[in-house]
């Protein structure tokens, strides 16, 4: 791959390259998943690990070709297995689809990265530099051969077309939603690709500021680069609108959003977050996943041990729960659903007290822990 990349940028590489990178790509991010695996991390620290994984990957191969969708599963199954604290061969449950986790933190997800639509959004840069049409020796190579009559927006796949350029003309569905006169989105466009919900996210997309008349660059900031940030963005609402967009989860962003405003420690965070998206080991979960367990808590003998039930409703929790501010105590509604009760106290609580709130409920399932596994009561004024 050296020698193409020293070419002036030019890929001249053929299908055999082709595989030994996408076989090099899934070597380097296994490589450095196992690495990471020997240290044992909380979540909130291979939550920040998985957010460098995008960096393992060469931007050249990034750039210039199309990942497989099998490669970009594998990657992400890959990824999906270490933050479920898989080990070895060991089988975790995925509470949470990598879908949902690689939508933004303010929408319930964790914000990681959808690979897809990063390659999407690289090849797109290539793309642009094509509907640029300047002098370079890139765009002269490739008119020549794919669109000597006509511009790269007009540009067919050809006969035997490469696998660069195909990939040129997948990327070209995001480059090409710009107007070349107006220099912004084209909504015309927008309005045939996305919902109406969608269009409004793209149009918040920065993309004014174009400098010189006669030079279509996207520009995102003063220097003037190629946005691949923004690019990445309307990548991943290109694939997301292709799915049931999740009215709930929007509505409930500012919700979302406090979660990770919380000054606490990212445990407690990451804590709060599984149990807003309902995904802690309670019974009632285990069970919902068939897993062979005893769904009635363990604690009352009484009721189904949801996530409301435990971190609120449950003997053990309610006796923890008296012993707090009594602003805390005022909220004594039931909680059929921890997110709704998470929400209700953001609504009635400060930051402080909410962030006292956050820890008590991840002390009730410690202390719950320590019962189940080690046997062990923690008395409630312990917390
Ligand atoms: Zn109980």
Redesign the pocket.
Request: include cysteine.
């Given at each position: 791959m050296n020698d193409c990349e020293k070419y002036l940028g030019l890929p001249m590489v053929g299908g055999r390259a082709k595989t030994t990178t996408f076989r090099e790509i899934q070597e380097r991010v296994t490589k450095r998943v196992l690495g990471w695996k020997e240290k044992l991390i909380s979540k909130a620290g291979r939550e920040i690990l998985i957010k460098t994984v995008a960096q393992s990957i060469p931007t050249y191969s990034m750039s210039l070709f199309r990942l497989p969708k099998a490669l970009c599963d594998a990657i992400n199954l890959t990824l999906a297995n270490y933050w479920w604290g898989q080990k070895y061969d060991k089988r975790k449950i995925h509470w949470v689809s990598w879908q949902k986790l690689c939508t933004d933190k303010n929408k319930g997800g964790m914000g990681f990265w959808d690979i897809n639509a990063f390659n999407l959004a690289m090849l797109a840069k290539q793309a642009w530099r094509l509907i640029q049409g300047t002098q370079s020796l890139f765009y002269r190579v490739y008119k020549a051969r794919y669109f000597p009559n006509c511009t790269f927006l007009e540009a067919q796949l050809g006969h035997n077309p490469s696998f660069v350029w195909r990939s040129f003309l997948i990327a070209r569905e995001v480059s090409d939603l710009i107007d070349e006169d107006t220099r912004q989105w084209d909504r015309g466009k927008l309005h045939t690709l996305f919902t109406a919900r969608t269009q409004t996210k793209i149009l918040a997309l920065p993309l004014n500021n174009f400098q010189a008349r006669d030079s279509l660059i996207w520009m995102e900031n003063k220097a003037r680069t190629f946005p691949v940030k923004t690019a990445y963005h309307v990548a991943l609402q290109l694939k997301q609108q292709r799915v049931v967009e999740h009215s709930k989860a929007w509505s409930d962003k500012s919700i979302w959003k406090k979660i990770w405003t919380l000054n606490v420690p990212p445990k407690v965070r990451n804590f709060i977050w599984r149990a807003c998206s309902d995904c802690l080991p309670t019974r009632a979960n285990l069970h919902k996943r068939k897993v062979h367990v005893e769904v009635v808590?363990g604690?009352?003998m009484?009721?189904r041990?949801t996530t409301g039930?435990?971190l609120w409703e449950?003997?053990?929790a309610r006796n923890v729960w008296a012993l707090a501010k009594s602003k805390i105590q005022k909220c004594n509604n039931e909680a059929r659903d921890f997110f709704l009760l998470f929400g209700l106290m953001v609504q009635s609580l400060d930051q402080r007290d909410l962030e006292c709130w956050a820890t008590v409920a991840w002390s009730i399932w410690n202390a719950r822990n320590t019962v189940y596994f080690e046997n062990k009561q923690t008395h409630p004024g312990l917390f």
């Open positions: 808590c604690l009352c009484q009721e041990e039930h435990i449950c003997p053990l």
